[in-house]
């Protein structure tokens, strides 16, 4: 998640600092930075609020960052690449076709989970443009669309369309969300959250081999294809 930096920094009247130590407190604002962004959302955010939650002058801020942007940035930018990163290896530890949708649905759900209380402003801003949440997620749902294509293709299928991926990964992304922000989140909201996740991916990712055989699948996958 870090940048490139100079190897020292010098502050007035005290030693230059190393790269380790640019590097820590560069993590520190990132960090408070998330702190603040949990509480008060993108809008909310200022230097203020981070300089106290990090616990350092403005000044050291500045030399770190020009603004709240910044760092911003570069924290939803860790957290979306981790979402990739979780994805693929998710869907690189099996073979089989329903079983990589399984793989990957529970790594989402452990991505959530970690996330905790910072889920909320994040889910809350997806759509807004103005934020770097919404700006990043665009960028992320097309890695994840071409990544998913070529899964698909890999597996010796037909590549499926740009319209019919998006929507998949959009629709798993409302249930995801749903399921950490307005459920339980327990083992009975899981199971509901992922029988609507299985019909997406055989409707929108399966063909018609997968059609036929959707009922075997469904006992195969312990999918409840008659749950209101």
Known sequence: MTESMPTTLRTRGRPPMTAEDVSRVREQLIEATRRVFT?????GLSVELVIAEAGVSRPTFYK?????????????????????????????SVAEPMARVEAALWAWRQWGADLGEFLRPFFAELNDMNSPVGRHRQRTLAVLTEQLALVVE???????????????LQGVEFLGYRFHLNTPCDDASWSETRDVMFRMALALLGEEQ????????????????YRA
């Open 39 to 43: 509480r008060v959302g993108y809008h």
């Open 64 to 92: 770190y960052f020009r603004s709240t942007e910044e760092p911003m940035d570069a924290l939803i930018a860790h957290v979306n690449d981790d979402l990739v990163r979780r994805l693929m290896a998710a869907v690189s």
């Open 210 to 225: 997968d059609w036929g055989q959707a009922l075997q699948l469904a006992r195969y996958q312990h999918i409840d294809l």
């Open 154 to 168: 890999r597996m010796g299928r037909k590549r499926p369309g740009e319209l019919r991926v998006a929507t998949f």
